[in-house]
């Protein structure tokens, strides 16, 4: 298979990336089942010069297993995309590096990047990868959609050209307190969090709507990534005397771990948190009351209640997610919350309504999106906000209706 | 080839680096290539530590991590300017590796290897706990550019402000392991205790190595910190200091290019190879091995060799260094001599007593043997004059003063000099080298200027040269100045070793059974040596199973039997003692007879 | 103090002393210290692991199999990394660097194979990690068993230094030409001291997975805990290493309840640097003379 690809703009081209793409295609440890399909090429009839997109997503490394999957909604859209005819004319093709879910990785891959002319990039996930992130496609005028819920990550003034097509911790800090004071009337309150970006500014947003309430955390624990298990934080969350517990968890061990421990001390509190907590392995891990009261935040558009239901589009999107990822490893929530769908959505729109690819007037046309349906809920920016989705999108859902059939790998109960 | 064209290609080498960005430069090399040259840094100071000085370190990558910090901490939180903040990271880097350091003196190297890969663990579990200090896992973003005279510095003069350091600390680095300091290191490596008789302190020179590789991780953290623009703790995990230690042998350690060559294939490697990138680690674990089991001098001395095959395949003759003349034929000064005062001493090792309470005086200036059958005490006895045993009772003066307690390094400084029963030669080096090894405490220059190559160490280096030439003239051995000692036939290696003992101007010479394993002419050129040695007015104290020899040179002698002195006086006096002649020379009648 | 803390170090030090004691047997007829002996361990658990999770195996033949296994891994490094280095030279420390290169070896190959997600581990019927309380100490009959087998293994250890083929094994240690003068086989001992030693580890894994998970960060955690207990303890002593277990698996427990968790290494460490300093053949080794 030749790659006819021509950087765009005339930039000089270090040559070596077309053969290491194709290499990397090849030679890719089966992370999920991703068909060469999905490389997005235009069939052969259609010549014109593809659209580079940089495609930051971890395959190998500590956290790959945990978010090497959640870019599947951005294949599916360059999918639809390109069946459309691209974005004017020309079809969408993913320059992808690995970064290792590394914070150290992303200056080198944004320059390498840079040099082969691309100016828009999806990825990388997590907030701490993303901050190091933008610190270089900021000066770079790079525009940019992360996987990260990180609240500075959604600041339009330290950050212009990247845009934050997920909720973010404020957002959730506000639901998961909220759920447990006001909901549950609980008042004892701890919080389990990762020592990251994402994590910190989380328990930062808990913090503060619990003082809203009136309340102090009782207890805060934070686990370094590496941390081999988790017992001695479980432990001291558990001597605290607990009524509720937040858990700001975004990786598969650790969420796995942290129940791990909480069944072996017996101890089943109340839990709100990070969709991270959707692990559907948990069903094997532990008993049923373990996670009989763990809810997590999600969007509206993909719950089901008494009385409402995911649309037919959510549903539509459910049936592909399915097809390009049939082993299930059981994330299905977080794969479904993945921001790249939307983003390349309203990218095209925007592009098309400007009629140029040209970086600065794709950014203000972005920075002005009022209203657009998206598949998740509702996007607005505006030039100092680039969070896209309003409280009102998100709510918090129960973890143990992974296993109703009407789930459909993707949906879960509204938390009552 | 000639110093000349050396020094015109490296001139032209650089010029090359220098330049290169104008033909090949995109912004993804020269970040590539500034990182190269930071890493190059680091290696070139581990190269010192573990190459040179037989250190095994896997901690330079906490070095670096507080380098980075320092400056990444100082521009972004508290607004420092780069360069100042430089000079902090340097600072902070060379305390925490003196504080690494200290465990290397009490314990030996293997132990010391692990301390340090936990201490590197430990750093990198501290700057992701201490968040509000470090960042957390999300480390310092957005370290500005250094400012130079208002200008920001772009990555094109990043890249050369990293070429130049790199060019500035090959240089002094060159210069530093010419001196006196390189052939310290390389004795503590090769062999402590000839370094020890030589008056090193093994203590100060680990740590100078330490520290000199320490204030190097951490310039190179500096600098790190500027090209990445973000820190974070991911970028020093364990791994990252087995990378550095990987780099060093993989070009060859203890070669001066080693690291550079290390660090050239160590970064290309992965660029040609992006397809195994998964594979990475295993291809350089893989390496390692190798690479220590079938060419331990690594790249370099791979291609050294290889360069040796071609030149004799080429038919071209063998570079020979300049000949080494001694400088004038003055006669070498006369000498001072200590006398020595053994009273009592006792030895114990377990259960066995190796000396009970031996007891003998050396007046200054004259030759004294010490002789007696095999586990006599004779060695345990000068081990102890020279500070190698502790004593357990008795006294020793030296020119009158307690040498008791004394580390051996500060005896030796004190004037007194030996040989050892085999002889403790660096391998590695030149004789010429070894022989310099001894001049080691007669020098005065300080580390900082030998690194600079100032005007006083190279007069201090010019007037040791000229010693040693004359030594090793003295003894004989002006033809075979550059080769390796190790390569050097049993008996010229003692000559080399006395010529050694020699430099260092000893007032008390102490000779470990000098004459065994010696030819006939040998042992006829070694009486002369002595002969004159003695004449020149040191106190020389020798132990020997040559009695003839003996008889010939000495003034005195003292017979040990046991652990205690059998008979003391002059030769003829002694050799002619019932006692004597019953209990060591048994029933074999006469002098001359050799016990070896 | 709290007692689940007085449990949880005993635990955690009776593993620490278990890899000490690998680390020991290996040491005594080489004078190597092994590099890759936390890999070892770490392999024992995702081999032990792969057999008893994931193929569904009892846990008996599981561990059997790891040991086995492993112990032939140990016997390969041998073989490679360690008698090459110590027939070129028998006291130099290039082993330190092959030991090092076989361990980067493992963990990537393991980290391949496996991937990185931790492997839970059910403990062998009727054994479980579920607590149950006893004179207010949350304990399970799982912890409970750890601390017995290795006490169990310690003195089984030493017992056998006591026989003739250990006696042999501690003569090549203090001077390997003397004992091939005396007719014992040097490189046969220490072959088989490899061996032993990583069945030692991979027991050693198979028995800490259910409660410390297998994956590949098991490795680097071990080997500096163990090298800590071996170190403290006196290297070459296994009964001081069972005490030295035992203390930093305190020194860890109290760290962690009064500092944070993230302090644990930090505390192991210093504990360690001080008690080196202080003595640096470890609180029950013998100094050796210096030969000159």
Request: hydrophobic content about 40%; glycine content about 10%; aromatic content about 6%.
């Given at each position: 298979?030749?790659?006819?690809?021509?950087?765009?703009?005339?930039?000089?081209?270090?040559?070596?990336?077309?053969?290491?793409?194709?290499?990397?295609?090849?030679?890719?440890?089966?992370?999920?089942?991703?068909?060469?399909?999905?490389?997005?090429?235009?069939?052969?009839?259609?010549?014109?010069?593809?659209?580079?997109?940089?495609?930051?997503?971890?395959?190998?490394?500590?956290?790959?297993?945990?978010?090497?999957?959640?870019?599947?909604?951005?294949?599916?859209?360059?999918?639809?995309?390109?069946?459309?005819?691209?974005?004017?004319?020309?079809?969408?093709?993913?320059?992808?590096?690995?970064?290792?879910?590394?914070?150290?990785?992303?200056?080198?891959?944004?320059?390498?990047?840079?040099?082969?002319?691309?100016?828009?990039?999806?990825?990388?996930?997590?907030?701490?990868?993303?901050?190091?992130?933008?610190?270089?496609?900021?000066?770079?005028?790079?525009?940019?959609?992360?996987?990260?819920?990180?609240?500075?990550?959604?600041?339009?003034?330290?950050?212009?050209?990247?845009?934050?097509?997920?909720?973010?911790?404020?957002?959730?800090?506000?639901?998961?307190?909220?759920?447990?004071?006001?909901?549950?009337?609980?008042?004892?309150?701890?919080?389990?969090?990762?020592?990251?970006?994402?994590?910190?500014?989380?328990?930062?947003?808990?913090?503060?709507?619990?003082?809203?309430?009136?309340?102090?955390?009782?207890?805060?624990?934070?686990?370094?990534?590496?941390?081999?298990?988790?017992?001695?934080?479980?432990?001291?969350?558990?001597?605290?005397?607990?009524?509720?517990?937040?858990?700001?968890?975004?990786?598969?061990?650790a969420a796995a771990m942290a129940f791990n421990a909480m069944n072996s001390q017996k101890w089943y509190p109340p839990i709100t948190g990070h969709n991270g907590l959707f692990l559907d392995a948990l069903f094997e891990l532990v008993p049923p009351e373990a996670i009989a009261h763990v809810y997590g935040t999600m969007y509206r558009s993909l719950m089901w209640s008494d009385t409402t239901s995911p649309g037919e589009r959510q549903k539509a999107f459910a049936k592909k997610v399915e097809g390009f990822y049939p082993e299930g490893k059981g994330s299905g929530v977080p794969v479904a919350n993945s921001p790249y769908y939307d983003f390349l959505h309203v990218l095209k729109m925007v592009i098309e309504g400007e009629k140029s690819f040209e970086p600065e007037k794709v950014k203000k046309a972005l920075d002005s999106v009022k209203g657009y349906k998206g598949l998740l809920g509702t996007i607005n920016f505006t030039p100092e906000n680039h969070t896209a989705i309003g409280i009102e999108d998100i709510a918090l859902a129960s973890v143990s209706s992974g296993k109703d059939p009407r789930a459909m790998g993707i949906f879960r109960e509204m938390a009552k | 080839m000639s110093s000349r064209t050396r020094s015109a290609l490296l001139v032209a080498l650089a010029v090359v680096l220098y330049l290169a960005p104008f033909a090949v430069g995109t912004e993804y090399r020269l970040f590539i290539a500034t990182q190269m040259a930071a890493y190059v840094l680091v290696a070139v100071g581990l190269n010192l530590l573990n190459g040179y000085g037989g250190q095994v370190s896997l901690g330079h990558g906490a070095l670096v991590a507080i380098g980075a910090y320092a400056v990444a901490i100082a521009t972004v939180d508290h607004h420092w300017s780069f360069w100042p903040a430089a000079l902090l990271a340097m600072l902070a880097a060379s305390a925490v590796g003196a504080v690494m350091a200290l465990p290397a003196f009490r314990l030996s190297t293997w132990y010391f290897a692990l301390i340090t890969l936990g201490f590197a663990e430990v750093v990198g579990g501290l700057l992701t706990e201490w968040r509000e200090l470090t960042h957390g896992f999300a480390g310092v973003v957005g370290v500005p550019k250094p400012v130079l005279f208002g200008h920001e510095l772009s990555s094109l003069d990043l890249y050369w402000l990293a070429l130049t350091l790199n060019i500035a600390a090959l240089w002094g680095m060159a210069n530093l392991l010419a001196s006196r300091f390189g052939r310290a290191l390389v004795g503590v490596r090769d062999n402590p205790v000839a370094a020890t008789a030589s008056g090193v302190s093994l203590v100060r020179i680990k740590m100078l190595a330490f520290v000199v590789s320490a204030a190097m991780a951490g310039l190179s953290g500096a600098l790190y910190a500027v090209q990445k623009t973000v820190v974070t703790p991911d970028d020093f995990t364990a791994d990252f200091s087995i990378f550095f230690l990987l780099v060093v042998v993989l070009g060859g350690a203890g070669r001066l290019w080693g690291p550079v060559v290390g660090a050239v294939v160590f970064f290309l490697v992965p660029e040609l190879l992006a397809a195994l990138q998964s594979w990475r680690m295993l291809i350089y674990g893989t390496a390692l091995l190798f690479l220590m089991l079938y060419a331990p001098h690594g790249l370099v001395g791979a291609m050294d060799v290889g360069w040796q095959h071609l030149r004799k395949w080429l038919g071209l003759p063998a570079v020979t260094p300049p000949p080494v003349v001694a400088t004038s034929r003055q006669t070498v000064e006369p000498v001072a001599g200590e006398a020595l005062s053994v009273q009592g001493v006792e030895k114990r090792f377990g259960g066995v007593t190796a000396l009970a309470g031996v007891s003998l005086e050396v007046a200054a200036g004259t030759t004294h043997a010490i002789v007696g059958p095999n586990g006599s005490g004779k060695t345990t006895l000068l081990n102890m004059i020279s500070g190698f045993y502790p004593i357990d009772a008795g006294s020793i003066?030296?020119?009158?003063?307690?040498?008791?307690?004394?580390?051996?390094?500060?005896?030796?400084?004190?004037?007194?000099?030996?040989?050892?029963?085999?002889?403790?030669?660096?391998?590695?080096?030149?004789?010429?080298?070894?022989?310099?090894?001894?001049?080691?405490?007669?020098?005065?220059?300080?580390?900082?200027?030998?690194?600079?190559?100032?005007?006083?160490?190279?007069?201090?280096?010019?007037?040791?040269?000229?010693?040693?030439?004359?030594?090793?003239?003295?003894?004989?051995?002006?033809?075979?100045?550059?080769?390796?000692?190790?390569?050097?036939?049993?008996?010229?290696?003692?000559?080399?070793?006395?010529?050694?003992?020699?430099?260092?101007?000893?007032?008390?010479?102490?000779?470990?059974?000098?004459?065994?394993?010696?030819?006939?002419?040998?042992?006829?050129?070694?009486?002369?040596?002595?002969?004159?040695?003695?004449?020149?007015?040191?106190?020389?104290?020798?132990?020997?199973?040559?009695?003839?020899?003996?008889?010939?040179?000495?003034?005195?002698?003292t017979v040990l039997e046991r652990g205690a002195v059998l008979a003391s006086g002059t030769p003829a006096e002694v050799f002619s003692h019932p006692q004597v002649v019953a209990a060591y020379m048994g029933t074999q009648a006469g002098v001359g007879q050799a016990a070896s | 103090?709290?007692?689940?803390?007085?449990?949880?170090?005993?635990?955690?030090?009776?593993?620490?002393?278990?890899?000490?004691?690998?680390?020991?047997i290996l040491y005594r007829p080489t004078n190597v210290f092994n590099f890759a002996q936390g890999d070892l361990v770490m392999l024992g658990a995702m081999v032990g692991a792969t057999f008893i999770t994931l193929l569904g195996l009892p846990w008996f033949v599981g561990a059997v199999l790891a040991m086995l296994a492993v112990a032939a891994l140990a016997l390969l490094e041998e073989k490679v990394a360690v008698a090459p280095v110590l027939n070129r030279s028998a006291t130099g420390h290039g082993w330190v660097i092959t030991t090092l290169a076989v361990s980067m070896i493992f963990a990537n190959v393991v980290g391949l194979c496996w991937g990185p997600d931790p492997i839970a581990v059910k403990p062998p019927w009727p054994l479980s990690t579920d607590t149950f309380e006893v004179l207010g100490a949350n304990v399970s009959t799982y912890q409970i068993a750890i601390v017995a087998v290795t006490i169990v293994l310690v003195l089984g250890v030493e017992a056998f230094y006591a026989t003739r083929p250990g006696k042999a094994v501690l003569a090549v240690a203090e001077d390997r030409d003397a004992a091939l003068l005396r007719g014992i086989n040097p490189n046969r001992l220490s072959s088989w001291s490899f061996f032993l030693g990583g069945g030692i580890a991979a027991l050693t894994g198979v028995l800490a997975a259910p409660v410390l998970y297998a994956s590949t960060g098991l490795g680097p955690a071990l080997l500096l805990k163990g090298f800590a207990s071996a170190a403290v303890g006196g290297i070459g002593n296994n009964r001081g290493a069972l005490i030295a277990g035992y203390i930093i698996g305190l020194a860890e427990a109290i760290a962690a309840s009064v500092l944070s968790p993230g302090y644990q290494l930090a505390a192991t460490f210093a504990v360690m640097l001080v008690i080196l300093l202080i003595r640096p053949h470890g609180l029950f080794g013998r100094p050796e003379a210096r030969t000159v």
């Open positions: 298979m030749t790659n006819s690809r021509k950087p765009p703009f005339g930039l000089q081209r270090d040559g070596s990336i077309d053969r290491r793409d194709f290499l990397r295609t090849a030679g890719r440890l089966g992370v999920g089942a991703f068909g060469l399909s999905s490389l997005g090429l235009a069939s052969a009839a259609n010549a014109a010069d593809p659209f580079n997109i940089g495609w930051i997503r971890p395959t190998t490394g500590r956290l790959a297993s945990s978010f090497s999957y959640l870019y599947i909604g951005g294949l599916i859209a360059i999918e639809e995309i390109n069946a459309a005819g691209g974005i004017m004319g020309r079809p969408i093709a993913r320059i992808e590096e690995d970064d290792e879910a590394s914070p150290a990785k992303e200056p080198a891959i944004v320059k390498k990047l840079q040099g082969s002319g691309v100016n828009f990039i999806a990825g990388p996930t997590g907030s701490s990868q993303s901050l190091s992130s933008v610190a270089t496609t900021t000066p770079g005028k790079i525009i940019q959609a992360t996987y990260a819920n990180g609240a500075e990550l959604g600041d339009g003034v330290k950050y212009p050209y990247h845009y934050q097509c997920t909720f973010n911790t404020n957002q959730q800090g506000e639901i998961a307190v909220r759920y447990l004071v006001e909901n549950q009337k609980l008042k004892k309150i701890g919080i389990l969090q990762e020592n990251t970006a994402f994590g910190e500014q989380a328990t930062a947003a808990s913090r503060a709507t619990l003082k809203k309430l009136g309340l102090e955390p009782v207890k805060v624990e934070v686990y370094p990534l590496t941390a081999p298990d988790l017992n001695s934080y479980v432990g001291n969350l558990r001597k605290a005397g607990l009524d509720g517990l937040i858990c700001w968890i975004a990786s598969v061990p | 003066l030296v020119d009158g003063r307690s040498v008791v307690g004394l580390a051996p390094h500060r005896i030796a400084r004190r004037g007194v000099g030996r040989t050892f029963q085999t002889p403790r030669m660096l391998p590695a080096l030149s004789v010429l080298d070894n022989i310099l090894l001894g001049a080691y405490p007669a020098e005065r220059q300080s580390a900082l200027s030998a690194t600079l190559r100032l005007p006083v160490a190279r007069r201090e280096q010019a007037a040791s040269l000229a010693d040693a030439s004359r030594y090793l003239d003295f003894v004989g051995l002006a033809d075979r100045a550059h080769e390796a000692a190790g390569e050097l036939p049993h008996g010229q290696q003692r000559l080399a070793e006395i010529a050694r003992a020699l430099v260092g101007r000893p007032r008390l010479l102490l000779l470990d059974e000098p004459a065994a394993g010696l030819s006939l002419d040998e042992l006829d050129r070694l009486g002369e040596l002595i002969a004159a040695i003695g004449r020149l007015g040191t106190t020389v104290v020798i132990v020997e199973h040559h009695l003839e020899l003996v008889a010939n040179i000495c003034s005195s002698v | 103090m709290d007692p689940d803390l007085l449990v949880g170090a005993l635990t955690a030090g009776s593993l620490y002393a278990l890899v000490a004691m690998g680390f020991n």
